[in-house]
T-cell receptor
């Protein structure tokens, strides 16, 4: 059974720092990996989708990398801002097409 | 497209009452998921439909929970009778798997409180 782990569980940083959020998964036979953002009391917003054949995807200040063979993905946030404060979740999609989620990293960026 | 639409956004009910949560997936998506999110357990998959057919319901906690998808544009999750431990946020998500691309889109969730 696929297990997804996210480290750290919580992170508090001053504005302007560059951040790395980590996601690891136990079964490397995945189709793709998706990073989401969840604001308090809200739904999940898709940030980036990386196909298994890709090594990274970029969107603005966000860059996600994927190392399928080692079962790892990282989400890099450049020049963090208070508006980036949220919970970030990663999910892997396998042959079953069912996203399996990690527990998330709760990020606080303070001014 | 308006995205995945869930209703109601908030539901407060008394223990023992029946609760029905509703979901309208994105038009053209043929996969639909119901998830439950709690602080203790995070996001848990309850049930997965493909082309309106339940494919995996192993996450449904017990017989009090049931889900239906009568057509491609509507799904319900019903809890009868409800219990305080069912209090959680319930999310519906949809996707259109194509050649291994399975980008999932989530609704805003229904926050259920059972008192």
């Amino acid at each position: 059974k696929q297990e997804v782990t996210q480290i750290p569980a919580a992170l508090s940083v001053p504005e302007g720092e560059n951040l790395v959020l980590n996601c690891s998964f136990t079964d490397s036979a995945i189709y793709n990996l998706q990073w989401f953002r969840q604001d308090p009391g809200k739904g999940l917003t898709s940030l980036l989708l990386i196909q298994s054949s890709q090594r990274e995807q970029t969107s603005g200040r966000l860059n996600a990398s994927l190392d399928k063979s080692s079962g790892r993905s990282t989400l890099y946030i450049a020049a963090s801002q208070p508006g980036d404060s949220a919970t970030y979740l990663c999910a892997v999609n396998e042959r079953s097409y069912i996203p399996t989620f990690g527990r998330g990293t709760s990020l606080i960026v303070h001014p | 497209d308006a995205g995945v639409i869930q209703s109601p956004r908030h539901e407060v009910t008394e223990m023992g009452q029946e609760v029905t949560l509703r979901c309208k997936p994105i038009s053209g998506h043929n996969s639909l998921f119901w998830y439950r999110q709690t602080m203790m357990r995070g996001l848990e998959l309850l049930i997965y439909f493909n082309n309106n057919v339940p494919i995996d319901d192993s996450g449904m906690p017990e017989d009090r929970f049931s889900a239906k998808m009568p057509n491609a544009s509507f799904s319900t999750l019903k809890i009868q009778p409800s219990e305080p431990r069912d209090s959680a946020v319930y999310f519906c998500a949809s996707s259109r798997p194509t050649g291994g691309i399975t980008e999932a889109f989530f609704g805003q969730g229904t926050r259920l409180t059972v008192v």
